[in-house]
């Protein structure tokens, strides 16, 4: 469609009354808003009275946190540090024949537990009887499979971080 006197005068008034382009397209109609921006370029129209988008709010001030003395933690049963039972270790059991379980000897049912420096001649292995699915005797699997004890975060420490980040916020904004 052809830009007529009254179509471009509509343009000035919309472009001045602060619409977008895509916004001057839709009321005039048959236009894009391409064509529309290139309208005004060419017009050489500049400023507008009043900004197409709204109006930015200031930021809200945070309030200041209470600074709170760090809490000694209480321990309890919960939180206390799990003991752990020194678990002996039981002896290999030799084989049938009289030797301890080597590489070549041991069987998916047999404890796979190295036992001395495999560097040495006298290197072996647990070779006691294992449950299906376990590499180790339940003695050795209690050696090696021990709960995780829960983490636990040093109050002052985390305060510590979270005064820093906080003195970095205000340094960088």
Known sequence: MAWTDERVEMLKKLWA?????SQ?????GGVTRN??????HRLGLSGRATPSRPVRRPTPTPRPRPTA???????????????????????????PNGEFATVLTLKDSM?????GDPATGDFRFCGRKSDPGNAYCDAH???AYQPQQKRRRKTSDAA????SLAATRRLNF
């Open 17 to 21: 009354d602060g619409l977008s382009a």
């Open 24 to 28: 001057i397209a839709k009321q005039l």
């Open 111 to 115: 404890c796979k537990w190295p036992i």
């Open 160 to 163: 510590a971080v979270l005064d």
């Open 69 to 95: 003395q760090p809490a000694k933690p209480r321990v309890t049963a919960e939180t206390a540090p799990a003991t752990r039972e020194p678990v002996k270790a039981p002896e290999p059991e030799p084989l």
């Open 35 to 40: 064509a529309v921006i290139g309208k005004v």
């Open 141 to 143: 699997a209690k050696m």
